[in-house]
Nanobody
Framework: VQLVESGGGSVQAGGSLRLACVAS????????MGWFRQAPGKEREGVAT???????SYAHSVKGRLTISRDSAKNTLYLEMTGLTSEDSATYYC???????????????????WGQGTQVTVSS
């Protein structure tokens, strides 16, 4: 399994970005997946998850501004980000659970596969 993120970059506060995570060796459809982020000097945190049956969950700090989705035809997971603030600056990681989707949705330890990350920088 390989996950490759793209779409990061520099944007001004209030701007938007769409991150993409292309999967190989697995199908994103029906898989429990998530987006996590890590800012310098901070622990990695979960921002959005999508369950095998497409139910989505969001961290309180991003709710209403970030949207997780997937395109089975492109085998890609997305994170649409709007209303960005400097607090959103971080490296964003795509992650996938093993097929059984076991474990809490926000527990990093339950995600067996990770991408290399894509950097998002928001300037005010």
């Amino acid at each position: 399994v390989q996950l490759v993120e793209s779409g990061g970059g520099s944007v001004q506060a209030g701007g938007s970005l769409r991150l993409a995570c292309v999967a190989s060796g697995m199908f994103v459809n029906g898989r429990c997946m998530g987006w996590f982020r890590q800012a310098p000097g901070k622990e990695r945190e979960g921002v959005a998850t999508i369950a095998s049956y497409d139910a989505t969950s969001y961290a309180h700090s991003v709710k209403g501004r970030l949207t997780i989705s997937r395109d089975s035809a492109k085998n890609t997971l997305y994170l649409e980000m709007t209303g960005l603030t400097s607090e959103d600056s971080a490296t964003y990681y795509c992650a996938a659970k093993r097929p059984d989707c076991a474990g809490p949705r926000w527990s990093e330890a339950t995600y067996g596969y990770w991408g290399q990350g894509t950097q998002v920088t928001v300037s005010s």
